[in-house]
Protein backbone atom coordinates (compact mmCIF):
# COMPACT_ATOMS: atom_id res chain seq x y z
CA UNK A 1 0.00 0.00 0.00
CA UNK A 2 1.10 3.40 -0.66
CA UNK A 3 0.52 6.03 1.03
CA UNK A 4 -0.72 9.50 -1.23
CA UNK A 5 -1.95 12.67 -1.07
CA UNK A 6 -3.26 15.38 -3.29
CA UNK A 7 -0.66 18.59 -3.66
CA UNK A 8 -2.67 20.87 -5.60
CA UNK A 9 -3.36 19.12 -9.02
CA UNK A 10 -0.76 16.23 -8.13
CA UNK A 11 -0.40 13.51 -6.38
CA UNK A 12 2.44 12.70 -3.86
CA UNK A 13 3.49 9.96 -1.98
CA UNK A 14 2.94 11.02 1.96
CA UNK A 15 6.16 11.23 4.33
CA UNK A 16 7.72 10.62 0.47
CA UNK A 17 11.13 10.64 2.39
CA UNK A 18 10.73 7.84 4.76
CA UNK A 19 8.58 6.16 2.82
CA UNK A 20 11.40 6.05 -0.02
CA UNK A 21 14.07 5.16 2.62
CA UNK A 22 11.95 2.34 3.67
CA UNK A 23 11.89 0.89 -0.20
CA UNK A 24 15.56 1.33 -1.02
CA UNK A 25 16.69 -0.13 2.51
CA UNK A 26 18.91 -3.27 2.61
CA UNK A 27 18.28 -5.88 5.32
CA UNK A 28 20.99 -7.61 3.62
CA UNK A 29 23.12 -4.67 3.21
CA UNK A 30 25.92 -5.95 6.19
CA UNK A 31 26.20 -9.64 4.62
CA UNK A 32 29.77 -8.79 2.51
CA UNK A 33 30.79 -12.25 2.09
CA UNK A 34 29.45 -16.18 2.20
CA UNK A 35 30.21 -17.99 5.30
CA UNK A 36 31.58 -21.50 4.91
CA UNK A 37 31.33 -22.75 8.49
CA UNK A 38 28.71 -24.98 7.40
CA UNK A 39 25.74 -26.10 4.59
CA UNK A 40 23.34 -23.64 6.54
CA UNK A 41 25.62 -20.99 6.99
CA UNK A 42 26.81 -21.31 3.34
CA UNK A 43 23.19 -21.17 2.09
CA UNK A 44 21.68 -18.71 3.84
CA UNK A 45 24.66 -16.20 3.51
CA UNK A 46 25.00 -16.86 -0.04
CA UNK A 47 21.24 -15.82 -0.53
CA UNK A 48 21.74 -13.00 1.40
CA UNK A 49 24.72 -11.60 -0.33
CA UNK A 50 22.91 -12.36 -3.40
CA UNK A 51 19.56 -10.45 -2.92
CA UNK A 52 22.00 -7.89 -1.40
CA UNK A 53 22.99 -7.37 -4.74
CA UNK A 54 19.71 -6.96 -6.07
CA UNK A 55 18.47 -4.37 -3.92
CA UNK A 56 21.79 -2.32 -3.95
CA UNK A 57 20.85 -1.63 -7.66
CA UNK A 58 24.08 -0.67 -9.17
CA UNK A 59 24.48 -0.17 -12.64
CA UNK A 60 26.95 -3.40 -12.62
CA UNK A 61 24.46 -5.45 -11.01
CA UNK A 62 24.53 -8.04 -13.88
CA UNK A 63 28.63 -8.32 -13.37
CA UNK A 64 28.53 -9.09 -9.61
CA UNK A 65 25.83 -11.85 -9.67
CA UNK A 66 27.61 -13.24 -12.60
CA UNK A 67 30.88 -12.84 -10.32
CA UNK A 68 28.70 -14.80 -7.19
CA UNK A 69 27.21 -17.26 -9.33
CA UNK A 70 30.38 -18.18 -10.57
CA UNK A 71 32.26 -18.37 -7.95
CA UNK A 72 29.50 -19.85 -5.31
CA UNK A 73 27.50 -22.34 -7.68
CA UNK A 74 27.84 -25.87 -9.25
CA UNK A 75 28.01 -25.99 -13.05
CA UNK A 76 24.62 -27.39 -13.12
CA UNK A 77 23.23 -24.58 -10.92
CA UNK A 78 25.01 -22.11 -13.50
CA UNK A 79 23.87 -23.89 -16.34
CA UNK A 80 20.04 -23.86 -15.34
CA UNK A 81 20.23 -20.29 -14.52
CA UNK A 82 21.12 -19.51 -18.28
CA UNK A 83 18.15 -22.07 -19.29
CA UNK A 84 15.85 -20.91 -17.04
CA UNK A 85 16.71 -16.81 -19.24
CA UNK A 86 16.62 -18.90 -22.51
CA UNK A 87 13.42 -20.39 -21.96
CA UNK A 88 11.37 -17.51 -20.37
CA UNK A 89 13.33 -14.68 -21.38
CA UNK A 90 13.09 -11.60 -21.07
CA UNK A 91 10.17 -10.55 -17.98
CA UNK A 92 8.59 -6.83 -17.92
CA UNK A 93 11.49 -5.08 -16.83
CA UNK A 94 14.33 -8.20 -16.78
CA UNK A 95 15.44 -11.35 -16.83
CA UNK A 96 14.21 -14.39 -14.96
CA UNK A 97 16.28 -15.14 -12.08
CA UNK A 98 16.08 -18.88 -11.33
CA UNK A 99 18.08 -18.53 -8.11
CA UNK A 100 15.59 -16.31 -7.22
CA UNK A 101 12.77 -17.91 -8.85
CA UNK A 102 11.93 -14.01 -9.71
CA UNK A 103 12.66 -11.22 -12.15
CA UNK A 104 14.02 -9.19 -8.93
CA UNK A 105 13.75 -9.20 -5.11
CA UNK A 106 11.98 -6.27 -3.10
CA UNK A 107 12.99 -5.11 -0.18
CA UNK A 108 9.66 -5.84 1.97
CA UNK A 109 10.24 -9.49 1.35
CA UNK A 110 13.33 -10.04 3.02
CA UNK A 111 11.95 -10.74 6.20
CA UNK A 112 10.07 -13.54 4.91
CA UNK A 113 13.34 -15.50 3.56
CA UNK A 114 13.70 -18.83 4.99
CA UNK A 115 16.59 -21.38 4.86
CA UNK A 116 15.46 -25.31 6.22
CA UNK A 117 16.23 -28.45 5.95
CA UNK A 118 14.21 -30.80 3.86
CA UNK A 119 13.13 -33.83 4.16
CA UNK A 120 15.93 -35.40 1.95
CA UNK A 121 19.41 -35.35 3.84
CA UNK A 122 21.30 -32.86 2.66
CA UNK A 123 19.04 -30.63 0.75
CA UNK A 124 17.32 -27.25 2.02
CA UNK A 125 14.31 -25.07 1.10
CA UNK A 126 14.64 -22.02 0.52
CA UNK A 127 11.71 -19.95 -0.08
CA UNK A 128 10.36 -16.42 0.41
CA UNK A 129 6.97 -14.86 0.43
CA UNK A 130 6.73 -11.87 -2.15
CA UNK A 131 3.91 -8.92 -2.19
CA UNK A 132 1.28 -10.86 -4.09
CA UNK A 133 0.73 -13.43 -1.35
CA UNK A 134 2.98 -15.94 -3.44
CA UNK A 135 5.12 -18.40 -1.42
CA UNK A 136 8.18 -18.91 -4.03
CA UNK A 137 10.02 -22.00 -2.79
CA UNK A 138 12.81 -24.38 -4.53
CA UNK A 139 15.90 -26.93 -2.73
CA UNK A 140 18.81 -26.60 -3.03
CA UNK A 141 22.00 -28.34 -1.53
CA UNK A 142 25.73 -27.32 -0.05
CA UNK A 143 28.37 -29.51 -2.38
CA UNK A 144 31.33 -29.74 -0.35
CA UNK A 145 34.73 -28.82 -2.26
CA UNK A 146 38.04 -30.36 -1.56
CA UNK A 147 39.23 -26.93 -0.13
CA UNK A 148 36.58 -27.02 2.50
CA UNK A 149 34.30 -24.72 0.56
CA UNK A 150 30.84 -25.11 -0.67
CA UNK A 151 29.12 -24.65 -3.84
CA UNK A 152 25.37 -24.06 -4.39
CA UNK A 153 23.44 -26.81 -6.23
CA UNK A 154 20.39 -25.61 -6.84
CA UNK A 155 17.93 -29.21 -7.29
CA UNK A 156 15.87 -29.42 -10.48
Known sequence: EIPLRLVGSEMCIRDSSEYGDKLRSNPFAGTKSVDMTSPFNFIRSFYECYISHYLAMKPELEVELKALR????????????????????????????????????????????????????????????????????????????ADGSYRLDRQP
Open 70 to 145: DRYCTKATIQQYYEGLASVGEVESGFFDTLIDNVDFDPSWCSSLSVRPSSASGVFEVSYSDGEGERHKWLVRAVPQ
